[in-house]
């Protein structure tokens, strides 16, 4: 009965020190770490071990270890698959002289470890499994069921202080988180630039979860790979090797929900992990970037350590990935505006130097008869500038009326026919011809939306056209002047003979004095008809008063 007591006694202080030691560690992984350094000693074992289960991968990961090898704790098995059944299913398990027994498949392992007996405890959490917790000798042991009950309690206890201490980590880290979030979110709204809005991402998610490294992939819907936009704490040579193009890679990436990977090297859904594991990448956490329901890349999270992530570690990626992929949309969105409005600008000054390089004045007018366009030479014909000429009236620019005494661009605004006036108009240089034309511009609906008037100087042709005209009139009175000429020559020419020979026989009379003055008069009259007849240009001159004669040139 003694004895009995005692060992109640010494389980009651056992107990006692441990549930005062849990409550004490408000980090689990401390916990772990103080449960592991400290049961051996309490329960008179040589190591404990306590691993934690992974939900992702509905594996069991090694949380903390104590009195064990490194190459012992690392194995990928950790016991038999009717052992693992049975935890799982909330039940203890008890093995004894383990080095005896042939058929256990560890049995190497073991022996280079020296252990003999092992005890196998689930760690419960409101009768969900949440780990387990072993505990091994190197000597023969057979633990009684006081002790395997008492170890249930106590596994019990240790799953409590590791799901507080799991959920205060988790309220301490959902507040960081929430506090990160913020300043991401604002540092990368605070810019359009894409290339500022990636390296921020990649440069603050790892400092906020304590990992190494992050890289952001885009997808290019034209070639269906992910290509590399942002990278930080990875090697450049890491960066050329890594390709996730093959269609297994992005579907797995990109295929809804979160990857997270808690052992990278054994993990057969990653096609490149020989060249994660050459970076020292051990676990792995993959969220796709999102704008609204279409998938635009990923954002992956790699730990240089096996890396549980948490269920707030999940959702913080996820927000930053979500409030990325925001930023993201914005900025190349911010891209697109910036090059049509490039576009538009460079549209706009070809459009302005066709314009400028017409002679003829060219003005745009709305159906409010307001200017929205207007050329250079506009411009300086009315001696306005560009901001004093736009969204001017424009019967303060123009004033000019048809002949009808209607303006053109109120002909075309009413009937939205093109019109063409031609009228004169008084300038300081004197008179000029100005011919306009307004054009309508239809809408989808036929309707005038725009008239654009242009206005051509064509005085210069109306004088050519004068001076054309009066040319063909001169042309026809030089040919007129030819005819007559010819005409007159005949009779002329009788009567210069016949006064020849009467002067022979009347010389030195006064007759023949008169008859020398009427051969002189002739032989001029000759001449003159002579030079009509040869007649090669001509031209017009005043005269007296508004008469002109015909200045005549052989």
Known sequence: MTDTRTRERQFLEVFQKVTKMVSMVLDHQQVMDTIVRTLPELFDVDACTIRLLDYSTNTFVLGAAHGLSLEYVSRQSIDTEETMALIKAGQPVARVNLDRDPSYQDREELFREGIKSILTLPILFQDSIIGIMRLLTR??????????????????????????ARMFKEMVNQVDFMQEVQALSKLVNSTLDLDTVLQTIVERVPRSMGTRACTIRLLNPQT?????????????????????????????????????????????????????????????????????????????????????????????????????GTAIHNARTYQKINLLFNQIEENERFLADILDCIRPQLLVIDTEK???????????????????????????????????????????????????????????????????????????????????????????????????????????????????????????????????????????????????????????????????????GFKSRHYIGDTRIVDMSD
């Open 224 to 324: 269906n790979t992910l290509e590399l936009v942002a990278a930080h704490g990875v090697s450049d040579n890491y960066l050329e090797q890594v390709q996730w193009e093959s269609e297994d890679d992005i579907a797995m990436l990109l295929a809804g929900g979160s990857v997270a990977i808690f052992d990278v090297e054994g993990d057969e859904r990653i096609k490149c992990r020989k060249h994660l594991v050459q970076e020292g990448i051990k676990s792995l956490l993959c969220i796709p970037i999102k704008v609204g329901q279409e998938r635009i890349g990923v954002l992956q999270i790699l730990s240089d350590e096996h890396h549980c992530f948490t269920s707030s570690e999940v959702n913080f990626a996820e927000t930053v990935s979500e409030a990325g």
């Open 370 to 536: 307001h200017v929205v366009l207007a050329n250079r030479v506009a411009m300086e014909r009315l001696g306005r500038s560009e901001k004093e000429i736009l969204g001017a009236e424009y019967s303060e620019l123009c004033l000019v009326e048809g002949d009808n005494g209607e303006c053109p661009v109120d002909q075309v605004l009413r009937d939205g026919n093109a019109v063409t006036l031609v009228h004169q108009v008084e300038q300081e240089d004197g008179v000029h011809w100005l011919e306009r034309t307004a054009t309508p511009m239809l809408d989808d609906q036929g309707q005038v939306q725009y008239v654009v008037e242009i206005i051509r100087d064509i005085t210069t042709q109306r004088r050519l056209e004068q001076e054309r005209m009066e040319r063909v009139k001169l042309q026809g009175v030089v040919e007129m002047a030819g005819a007559v000429a010819h005409e007159i020559n005949s009779p002329l020419f009788a009567a210069l003979g016949t006064a020849q020979l009467l002067q022979e026989d009347v010389e030195d009379t006064e007759m023949g004095r008169d008859l020398s003055t009427i051969v002189r008069n002739l032989k001029a009259i000759s001449q003159l008809t002579r030079k009509m007849t040869s007649m090669t």
């Open 139 to 164: 000597r023969h042991r057979v633990f009684s069921d006081e002790e395997i009950s008492f170890s249930m309690s106590l596994a019990e206890q240790v799953g409590i202080a590791i799901s507080n």
